[in-house]
């Protein structure tokens, strides 16, 4: 098969792939040493995903020559290794430049398929898309998983505590009951994070998935501990979890009385610096409050106080 080329790059030739200059074809007599790469270089940027086979055949080498001069361009940033095409099992390769172009003009023809929809339609998707369930019908979500499923669509969202189980939960999940939110968090497969104070009893809370919880969590200065405050984070610190008893004793010593120890424990709480190990206590706090109101009401049920670090 024959070929063609440029008079100038007879040196190339030469040089990178042994071709013999013809007669009458001026040709400088110093050695090119990268001949070859400068040659690998061009053809790169001519095309798309090529593999290693691809390069040995266009000119004639043996693998492990183009190898070479692959990682070569690679190290030097002028070809980018990696999968680019379904159905191919091989490494591919693709120019740098041409891999540029590709991702520009993806990105150009996605935005051009994409454009933005009415209010009214985007009012019929959220909820269908929230599993929102409409007046009158039953929520499509069921049992512990159901609500894990809602947790993970709102992870990062924080909300009234006395939100949660009045409005967000049952409206998604058709047979809810506080025992499946305490199965996840008991479990530790669901993690209470404290986010504020959205009432005078009623914190702002974020129910986060535990295997990305940490990624979630925003990163806030840490607020000015009272001694009390300060004496509970030392023996929370420790590790495990305590009961409020195990807290008041050390507490006792220094003139604090169970209701003060009670309303510092709940702004560290609200700090996000400790969490209960379920919603039993939340759900008390809302439900049994004697001062101050909740962003919404909430049933009185009996739990049991247990908060960990």
């Not at 361009?73 to 159905?87: M, S």
């Not at 979890?241 to 195990?246: A, N, Q």
């Amino acid at each position: 098969r024959e070929h063609l080329a440029q008079a100038l790059d007879a040196p190339l030739l030469r040089d990178g792939l042994g071709v013999p200059v013809p007669p009458g074809i001026p040709a400088q007599v110093a050695t090119i040493p990268d001949a070859l790469s400068q040659l690998v270089s061009r053809w790169v940027r001519t095309r798309g995903p090529f593999t290693l086979r691809d390069l040995a055949t266009a000119f004639s080498l043996s693998v492990g020559t183009s190898y070479e001069v692959l990682q070569r361009l690679v190290g030097d940033g002028k070809v980018v290794e990696g999968r680019y095409r379904q159905g191919v099992d091989e490494e591919e390769y693709m120019g740098a430049e041409v891999l540029r172009i590709v991702r520009t003009r993806s990105l150009a023809a996605a935005r051009a398929q994409t454009r933005p929809v009415s209010q009214s339609a985007l009012g019929r998707f959220m909820p269908a898309w929230l599993n929102v369930a409409p007046v009158g019908t039953r929520p499509p979500l069921r049992g512990p998983d159901g609500v894990y499923s809602v947790i993970e669509q709102l992870a990062g969202v924080r909300l009234p505590a006395s939100a949660w189980e009045s409005m967000i939960l049952p409206s998604r999940v058709g047979d809810y009951s506080p025992e499946m939110l305490d199965e996840l968090t008991l479990s530790g497969e669901v993690q209470i994070v404290g986010a504020g104070k959205a009432g005078a009893r009623d914190p702002w809370i974020m129910l986060l998935p535990a295997d990305y919880a940490a990624q979630l969590i925003p990163i806030a200065e840490e607020p000015l501990l009272s001694l009390t405050q300060q004496q509970v984070m030392e023996k929370l610190n420790v590790g495990g979890g305590y009961l409020f008893t195990d807290l008041l004793g050390p507490a006792s010593q220094a003139t604090t009385t169970a209701d003060e120890l009670r309303e510092s424990m709940w702004d560290l709480v609200e700090a996000g610096l400790i969490a209960p190990d379920s919603f039993a206590p939340i759900r008390a706090r809302l439900a049994g409050g004697k001062h101050g109101k909740t962003a919404h009401r909430a049933k009185r049920r009996p739990s049991r106080s247990r908060i960990r670090s």
